[in-house]
C-alpha cells in the first residue's frame, strides 16, 4: 500500500548576481521604456556558471536543508527550459553525479515553464506508489544566454533569468506536505509557440536568435484571440479548481500565493486582476529583482518565503504554473510546523548596476 502523503523536507536555490534594468539599459541590452510596463527591476545573469551546474549547487543545499543522504534519494527528476551546454548529453545525469552521487534514476523534464511543476507531480506520484520510505529531488535550471536567447526581448512581456532551485520529497515527514499537484493540458494550443514555421533540422536554423512572438502572432491570426483566451482561462481554472478540491481548500484560506516570475502587466492580467489575490501576499516583490527562471519559478519561490522565516504552522500556500503546449498546474502546500534555518548560503545575490 503506498503513502497518502507527500511532504517537503528541505528546499534550496542557487542564483547568479542581479544585472539591473538601468545597467542593461546602459549597456544598449534593453530599453527602459519598453520595460516599463514589466515593472522587473532587475535579472539574475550568470556569465559563466552553466544551467546544470547551477542546479547541481541548488540540489546540494535543498539536501542539506532537509538532512538525507544521497543514498536515501530514490528519484532525481531535472526540469529545464533551454540549452543545458552540450548536444545530445544528459544534464540530469551531471546533476546527479555532482550534487548525489548515488545511482538512483535521473530523468530530465522537458515542459517549457509548466516542466517545474510538472516534475513535482511525476515525483509525488511516484512517492505515494512506493511500498516503504522513499524520497524524491525535484530540481529546475536555466540559462539563457545570447545571442541564441535574449532574455530582454525574445518572450516580449517577460524578462528571463539564470538560475536553479530544488526540492527534496519525502513519503513520510517533511516541514510541509504537498497536495497533489493538478497538471492540465490544450494541445491545441501549441501552435503558439510554432506559428507557420517549417520544421527545423537543429536548434536556430530558422532564427539566430528566439522570437516567440513570431509564432503568436501567426497563430492568434488563424485562431482569433478570443478563443485563444478562453481556452487558457479554462485550463487554469480547471487546475487551480482540482488542486483546491485535492486540499479541501478555498481560495480565500490561502496566505501565500507563489505564482510565476511574469512582467507585472502579465502576472496581473492572468493572475492577480482575475483571482483578486493582494500582490502583498505573494513573491513579487522579490520575483521582479530575479526574472523569469524557465521551469523553476514555483521552486524557487517557496525556497525564498522558506529563508526569509514568512512561512509559519498552519500556513497554506498556493503554486501555480503555465506553460506553452499549453499546460497549467496548481498545488497547495500546507506548512505543518516552521523549516529548520538554511544551513548555508543558497545564492549569490550581488546586483550588478555599474
Known sequence: MGSDGIYLSGTGSWLPPRLTTAEAARRGLCGVAELAPTKIESATVSDDVPAPEMAARAV????????????????????NVWY???????????????ALGNDCPAVEIRQ?????????????????????????????GDRFAAPAFDRW???????????????VLDNQDGFARLHPVSVVSDPELEGMHRGDDPFGDAPGALRPTVELRAGQRAFLSRTGMASTIARSQAGQQRALKQALADAEAELGEIDHFVLPHFGHRRLAANFLTKL???EARTTWDWARTVGHLGAGDQLAGLDRLVRTGRLGAGDRVLLMGVGAGFSWSSAVVDILRPPRPATAPHSDERTTSS
Do not use: C, K
Open 276 to 278: 483578486r489575490v493582494d
Open 153 to 167: 526581448h525574445s518572450d516580449p512581456g517577460t524578462v528571463f533569468a539564470d538560475g536553479a532551485a530544488a526540492w
Open 60 to 79: 546540494a543545499e535543498a539536501m542539506r536543508h532537509s538532512g538525507a543522504l544521497p543514498h536515501e534519494i530514490d528519484l532525481l527528476l531535472y526540469a
Open 84 to 98: 543545458q551546454g552540450h548536444d545530445m548529453w544528459a544534464p540530469a545525469s551531471y546533476v546527479q553525479r555532482v
Open 112 to 140: 517549457l515553464s509548466n516542466g517545474g511543476m510538472a516534475a513535482l507531480a511525476l515525483a509525488s506520484d511516484r512517492l505515494r506508489a512506493a511500498s516503504s520510505r522513499a524520497a524524491a529531488v525535484v530540481a529546475a
